[in-house]
């Protein structure tokens, strides 16, 4: 991607996050790029495509993201997803307040959005699975618990962030990884709690 569709993405998100897509116009995004309406149109036709190309730029960096479950199973590499998840959020900040846009006017990229929301909770699933396989997690206390637990992390995955903002309370990744892992904490077994004490709370999370 040219350095110049880099920034006309770049520009937008930031332009969708403080005024919503609807109130964006093209003009402005011209103005904040530092380039004429035609230039931009040059690019991308209309103000459909931008959307399109910004939603897409996300998702490729999601699906990044969710590829690395392969490789890192563990309790670290629970910690990297949330990690990864608390940058990918601050960084597309955007889609907090633009969710209802999206829904209304575009249906194409709102079915990708539950898709792959819908992915991350499988994930979550299946590392809550390794770490009863594994030891880590006590047996359900009872059935269709750590379903219940797998939903209400991505509900605070998704909502914690804007949620401390629109509160004006502090913002960081710390914060937000500590939230994630108070739900994990009281599920652990002896085991579970030694392990999370040795490769975690190193990193000087609580």
């Known amino acids: 991607m040219s350095t110049t569709k880099n920034k006309i993405i770049e520009v937008s998100k930031a332009l969708f996050f403080e005024q919503g897509i609807a109130n964006t116009r093209l003009q402005q995004i011209a103005d904040a790029?530092?380039?004429s309406v035609g230039?931009?149109?040059?690019?991308?036709k209309n103000k459909e495509a931008i959307v399109d190309a910004v939603y897409e730029n996300l998702f490729a960096e999601l699906s990044s993201i969710l590829s690395q479950y392969i490789i890192h199973t563990d309790l670290p590499g629970f910690d990297k997803q949330f990690s990864d998840l608390y940058h990918f959020l601050e960084?597309?900040?955007?889609?907090?307040n633009n969710t209802?846009?999206?829904?209304?006017?575009?249906?194409?990229?709102?079915?990708?959005?539950l898709t792959v929301n819908?992915?991350?909770?499988?994930?979550?699933?299946k590392r809550i699975d390794y770490g009863i396989e594994n030891g880590l997690f006590k047996p359900e206390p009872w059935n269709g618990s750590y379903e219940l637990l797998a939903q209400n992390l991505l509900i605070v995955i998704n909502s914690w962030l804007p949620q401390q903002m629109l509160r004006k309370k502090p913002v960081s990744e710390d914060l937000y990884k500590k939230c994630l892992w108070s739900?994990?904490?009281?599920n652990f077994t002896t085991k579970g709690a030694l392990?999370?004490?040795?490769?975690?709370?190193?990193?000087k999370l609580f």
């Open 183 to 186: 739900l994990l904490y009281p």
């Open 100 to 113: 209802w846009e999206i829904e209304r006017n575009y249906r194409q990229i709102q079915k990708e959005w």
């Open 195 to 203: 392990l999370f004490s040795q490769t975690i709370l190193p990193d």
């Open 33 to 35: 790029t530092s380039i």
């Open 118 to 125: 819908n992915k991350i909770l499988l994930q979550l699933k």
């Open 39 to 44: 230039n931009l149109a040059y690019h991308y």
């Open 91 to 96: 960084n597309n900040n955007f889609t907090f």
